[in-house]
């Protein structure tokens, strides 16, 4: 996955449902995208923040887009988070980290990565998580960039967002990941509805309205997101039997998940 600006709920949850993570940091920066921006929620309504990029070439990689060395449009971003989540139950805990980490990074992908990895470790997952740029030094796109990673870090399954669909979904894309015995899955995740101010439930907004919202974030994604989805997981899982428990482990995945029927 490309490293975005405050992903939603879905994105967190796929990273705790694989064994290692990948950012795509080496792939090409699309403007207007979840890459320097996301919703929020501001007086009932959905509101986007963005990043300020610097000018580059329509080639230029994630990982070498710089950011606007001003500050007033950082502080414009904090001032809307800070008008729309100030009354909030977590919000002075998570609006300083905001705040220290986008006044603290010029690289774009330095810092969406910096703020994931924070906020994985107050969701409690523990998924260990790598740079493409870092993995391998490759000429491939989209599948082939894809096959090569998944080949370095020796995965026998790729679990995909829905988006990715139209490009993994040819034959060309099955053919090359089932030659190297390598399982496609796509995420399947339900938006659940949890605490948010407002007279309305707004869903898929950035990570922050999930923080600043739930009392205690860290057992509300373990129970109202895990949870949730375990629905969808009793199709995805297989089942097996030891010792007098019974388990659910991914099909395809050595991870034995922690849920005992």
């Given at each position: 996955?490309?490293?975005?600006?405050?992903?939603?709920?879905?994105?967190?949850?796929?990273?705790?449902?694989?064994?290692?993570?990948?950012?795509?940091?080496?792939?090409?920066?699309?403007?207007?995208?979840?890459?320097?921006?996301?919703?929020?929620?501001?007086?009932?309504?959905?509101?986007?923040?963005?990043?300020?990029?610097?000018?580059?070439?329509?080639?230029?990689?994630?990982?070498?887009?710089?950011?606007?060395?001003?500050?007033?449009?950082?502080?414009?971003?904090?001032?809307?988070?800070?008008?729309?989540?100030?009354?909030?139950?977590?919000?002075?805990?998570?609006?300083?980290?905001?705040?220290?980490?986008?006044?603290?990074?010029?690289?774009?992908?330095?810092?969406?990565?910096?703020?994931?990895?924070?906020?994985?470790?107050?969701?409690?997952i523990n998924t260990p998580i790598y740079k493409s740029s870092?993995?391998?030094?490759?000429?491939?796109?989209?599948?082939?960039?894809?096959?090569?990673?998944?080949?370095?870090?020796?995965?026998?399954?790729?679990?995909?967002?829905?988006?990715?669909?139209?490009?993994?979904?040819?034959?060309?894309?099955?053919?090359?990941?089932?030659?190297?015995?390598?399982?496609?899955?796509?995420?399947?995740?339900?938006?659940?509805?949890?605490?948010?101010?407002?007279?309305?439930?707004?869903?898929?907004?950035?990570?922050?309205?999930?923080?600043?919202?739930?009392?205690?974030?860290?057992?509300?994604?373990?129970?109202?997101?895990?949870?949730?989805?375990?629905?969808?997981?009793?199709?995805?899982?297989?089942?097996?039997?030891?010792?007098?428990?019974?388990?659910?482990?991914?099909?395809?995945?050595?991870?034995?998940?922690?849920?005992?029927?």
């Amino acid at each position: 996955m490309q490293p975005t600006f405050l992903p939603w709920l879905g994105y967190f949850y796929m990273i705790n449902s694989v064994d290692k993570f990948v950012f795509l940091d080496s792939v090409q920066f699309e403007r207007r995208s979840w890459q320097s921006r996301n919703k929020i929620k501001l007086n009932d309504r959905e509101f986007t923040i963005s990043l300020s990029i610097q000018k580059t070439a329509q080639t230029t990689k994630i990982n070498d887009i710089k950011l606007l060395s001003e500050y007033k449009w950082r502080k414009k971003i904090l001032n809307t988070v800070y008008h729309a989540y100030k009354k909030s139950v977590n919000f002075d805990y998570y609006f300083q980290i905001l705040r220290t980490t986008l006044m603290q990074y010029e690289n774009l992908a330095d810092l969406n990565i910096s703020l994931i990895a924070e906020f994985m470790r107050n969701l409690n997952i523990n998924t260990p998580i790598y740079k493409s740029s870092e993995l391998i030094q490759s000429n491939e796109k989209k599948e082939g960039l894809l096959l090569k990673i998944c080949q370095d870090l020796n995965a026998v399954s790729y679990l995909s967002p829905q988006g990715s669909k139209n490009y993994l979904q040819n034959k060309r894309s099955m053919d090359m990941f089932a030659d190297n015995k390598i399982n496609i899955e796509y995420l399947d995740f339900t938006h659940p509805i949890y605490t948010q101010k407002g007279k309305t439930f707004i869903p898929y907004l950035g990570i922050i309205d999930f923080l600043f919202n739930e009392n205690n974030p860290k057992e509300s994604f373990s129970k109202i997101i895990l949870e949730h989805n375990l629905g969808n997981a009793k199709s995805m899982y297989g089942v097996y039997g030891g010792g007098g428990k019974i388990y659910l482990y991914k099909l395809n995945l050595n991870k034995i998940i922690n849920k005992i029927l």
